[in-house]
Every structure is written in structure tokens, then in C-alpha cells.
């Protein structure tokens, strides 16, 4: 079984460009989560998308957006990039619907995409 | 005060031994307990997870909750070199649709 792939792995921008990191999750998974992960903030919560719809939204700026696609994949985007948009970008997924008991979204992460922005 | 807090570390352990990492949260009507492992350089993979209803061993890990004392812990036993990595605590509040929220990670250095 495929596990969850992030493109593209490595990317370097400059500020002001924007980018876009795509995932794709394990099959049968529907719920896509989106990660910040830096060294000095950990783990931040950036939004989760469940059947095309966004579900949870973390406290970044509306620089950050995402969407999902019918086939459960899913795209984050950055507008106007600043330096301390420079991070590690973990997509996860899980087969958590929201429904039933409130530890089922076990997640599974991909490799994650780093962002250099010059 | 942060809403899951763990010590960074690092925390370090001779092989063999039991190494003991906490996590503390905030949110009292929190359900459910998650421990990832994240080698350096590479992305968290989830190790166990318990509920709020009581502790959980796998193999030579063990999960414990103290909802009194709002902690959760990951006791590693016959520890490795292996074993050396930071480890997340993640906690998930009550009902549906809630995110998890993330401590920063204990560092943890299993020295042969």
C-alpha cells in the first residue's frame, strides 16, 4: 500500500513568489491534514480537508490556503512568501470522517515538503 | 502556558534502560493521547495512542494517562540506540472535529 506522497520534496523561493505543495494520500484515506513544522515552533496546525471540504482551520494568515480534490488529493498554497515562511511542510492523512469515537484520526505522514524562501 | 508541553530534552539514557518521557496538557476534557516518533530528518510516525478510559502496552512500550494530574507518559523499556529520536505527544479534545494539538517534543539519546 502506497503511503502519502508530498511533491515536490526540496524548493527554494524568494519572498513575494508563491507556491504550491501537493499531497496525495494513502488510498481509501479522505481526510488530508497540513503541517507547519520549523525547529523552534514544532508541529503547527495549518488546516484539514475531509471530502473537499475544509474542516479545521489553524491561526495562520489567509496567505495559506489549501483545497482537495475529488480524489481525496490535496494542494496547499503560499502567496506572497516571507522569510520565516521557511519550513518543513508535512501533509498527513487518516481515514478519520469526524464521526465516532474522538481518537480515530491516527495520522500518517509524508517525507514533507521544505521550503527555502531567499 | 502552552496547551501540551513537553521537556525538550535532551534526555539521555544508557541501552537497556527504562527511559520515561511526560507530556502535560491543559485541556482538562481532552480523549485521547497520541505518541509519535520523529527521526531526525524524516516525517512522525505514530507509535500508540490510548483514551482517556486507561494505559496501553505494545511490545516494550507502554502509555499511561493521569487524568488527576493531566500528564500523559511513554515509558521505553530495554531501551536501544535504535530508540533515539524526538518523540511528540499530541492530545485531542472531546467530540468531533477537534485538532490535535502538538507539544514540541523530548529529544531522547540512547547511548550504546
Known amino acids: 500500500k502506497a503511503g502519502v506522497t508530498q511533491t515536490p520534496r526540496y524548493l527554494i523561493k524568494t519572498r513575494g513568489q508563491q507556491v504550491t505543495l501537493s499531497c496525495s494520500p494513502i488510498s481509501g484515506h479522505r481526510s488530508v491534514s497540513w503541517y507547519q513544522q520549523t525547529p523552534g515552533q514544532g508541529l503547527q496546525f495549518l488546516f484539514e480537508?475531509?471530502?473537499?471540504?475544509?474542516?479545521n482551520k489553524g491561526n495562520f494568515p489567509g496567505r495559506f490556503s489549501g483545497r482537495q480534490f475529488s480524489n481525496s488529493r490535496s494542494e496547499m498554497n503560499v502567496s506572497t512568501l516571507e522569510l520565516g515562511d521557511s519550513a518543513l511542510y508535512l501533509c498527513?492523512?487518516?481515514?478519520?470522517?469526524?464521526?465516532?469515537?474522538?481518537?480515530?484520526?491516527?495520522?500518517?505522514f509524508g517525507a514533507g515538503s521544505r521550503l527555502t524562501v531567499l | 502556558q502552552k496547551e501540551v508541553e513537553q521537556n525538550s530534552g535532551p534526555l539521555s539514557v544508557p541501552e537497556g534502560a527504562i527511559a520515561s518521557l511526560n507530556c502535560t496538557y491543559s485541556d482538562r476534557g481532552s480523549q485521547s493521547f497520541f505518541w509519535y516518533r520523529q527521526y531526525s530528518g524524516k516525517s512522525p510516525e505514530l507509535i500508540m495512542f490510548i483514551y482517556s478510559n486507561g494505559d496501553k502496552e505494545d511490545g516494550r512500550f507502554t502509555a499511561q494517562l493521569n487524568k488527576a494530574s493531566q500528564y500523559v507518559s511513554l515509558l521505553i523499556r530495554d531501551s536501544q540506540p535504535s530508540d533515539s529520536a524526538t518523540y511528540l505527544c499530541a492530545v485531542k479534545g472531546a467530540g468531533n472535529n477537534r485538532k490535535l494539538i502538538w507539544g514540541l517534543g523530548t529529544s531522547l539519546a540512547v547511548n550504546p
Open positions: 498527513a492523512s487518516s481515514t478519520f470522517s469526524g464521526q465516532g469515537p474522538s481518537g480515530a484520526n491516527v495520522l500518517t
Open positions: 480537508y475531509f471530502s473537499e471540504t475544509q474542516r
